[in-house]
């Protein structure tokens, strides 16, 4: 949430390389660091969200499955994917909601669900499932 960037209304992501260069500028230590990966997960009001985000959700999602059965690993990648661009959008719109003056969200008063809640843990189905219906 910034200035207005003249090209946002027509051009899918024109926000994205001021975003970059604003948070390299602004936390330039961080971004030099050799210890670290400086990634800046820009997104637009409407839902777009920058590449980086989807390279980070694809990591995310290799490494959190890299260590099951083979045999799960596809579908395992494929539940974490969907639970994390959840919890990724309903931040966003969230922070948009609040920028607005929106204080009060049904729903986001509650913690994010444990993935034992929302996988399959030790045979038994989770109580009530967050991740809706598959289609």
Not at 40 to 54: H, K, M, N, T, Y
Not at 96 to 119: I, K, M, N, Y
């Amino acid at each position: 949430m910034g200035d207005p960037v003249g090209a946002a209304a027509t051009r899918a992501g024109s926000t994205f390389a001021g975003a970059r260069a604003d948070k390299r500028r602004q936390y330039a230590d961080v971004a030099a660091s050799p210890r670290c990966s400086f990634q800046v997960l820009a997104s637009e009001i409407g839902g777009r969200f920058a590449p980086e985000c989807g390279w980070l959700i694809r990591e995310l999602c290799r490494e959190r499955v890299a260590r099951v059965p083979l045999v799960i690993r596809r579908s395992l990648r494929l539940a974490w994917h969907r639970r994390w661009w959840g919890i990724l959008s309903i931040a966003v719109q969230g922070a948009v909601a609040f920028s607005v003056g929106c204080t009060a969200l049904p729903g986001l008063d509650r913690d994010v669900p444990d993935a034992s809640e929302v996988l399959v843990a030790r045979g038994e189905p989770p109580v009530v499932s967050r991740m809706g219906l598959s289609g």
